[in-house]
């Protein structure tokens, strides 16, 4: 018994030697799926964020236009006028 006993040690030091070597790469992709998850966050918020500026930007042109066009109502109201004086 005395001879297996060694041979027990050293599998049981085996076996705690790849349990630590596991929690060291479980605790590194532990980590990297934080970071992971930290810049999925910051990508959601930009894409917000662009999504909002797009949008803000179609309603400014959108007034834009609308603008150009009752400056051109006038200016063809202006012209008729301009046309219809001697």
Not at 56 to 68: D, G, K, M, N, T
């Amino acid at each position: 018994m005395t001879d297996k006993t060694p041979s027990l040690e050293r599998r049981l030091d085996r076996l705690e030697l790849g349990q630590a070597k596991m929690l060291a790469s479980l605790s590194a992709i532990e980590s990297r799926i934080e970071i992971l998850h930290q810049e999925f966050q910051r990508t959601a918020t930009t894409v917000s964020r662009f999504s909002l500026a797009q949008e803000s930007a179609r309603l400014h042109s959108q007034r834009l236009e609308s603008f150009v066009g009752e400056v051109r109502g006038q200016l063809t109201k202006v012209e008729a006028a301009l046309g219809k004086e001697p």
